[in-house]
Nanobody, 124 residues
Framework: QVQLVESGGGLVQTGDSLRLSCEAS????????MGWFRQAPGKERELVAA????????YYPDSLKGRFTISRDNAKNTVSLQIHSLKPEDTAVYYC?????????????????WGQGTQVTVSS
């Protein structure tokens, strides 16, 4: 199975940009659809970005399009999430996830493998 470790979170200010990284080990991620989720206190975990196995297709919720960019490097076994123009409502724990059954992470279907999460806090 694949192990996922996120990094890059922290305390930032409104309007800043941030790049989160997810390093995979144990298996090559080229066989997995990958995604980033977030969970704010008292809220459900939500999908913020997904990318297919080859990196040729990405999904974002309409509300996040233009600020979030997901990318992957299968050779380095990494997935990244670039966030621009951060807002206080982006404050959450961000999780990297891998789906072994589908070509990408699909909204509404929880992937098989998860990282431990990295905290992003946006101050106003």
């Amino acid at each position: 199975q694949v192990q996922l470790v996120e990094s890059g979170g922290g305390l930032v200010q409104t309007g800043d940009s941030l790049r989160l990284s997810c390093e995979a080990s144990g298996r090559t991620i080229r066989n997995y659809g990958m995604g980033w989720f977030r969970q704010a206190p008292g809220k459900e975990r939500e999908l913020v970005a997904a990318i297919n196995r080859s990196g040729t297709s990405a999904y974002y919720p309409d509300s996040l399009k233009g600020r979030f960019t997901i990318s992957r490097d299968n050779a380095k076994n990494t997935v990244s999430l670039q966030i621009h123009s951060l807002k206080p409502e982006d404050t959450a724990v961000y999780y990297c996830a891998a789906d072994s059954s589908r070509g990408t992470v699909v909204p509404g279907i929880m992937p098989d493998y998860w990282g431990q999460g990295t905290q992003v806090t946006v101050s106003s």
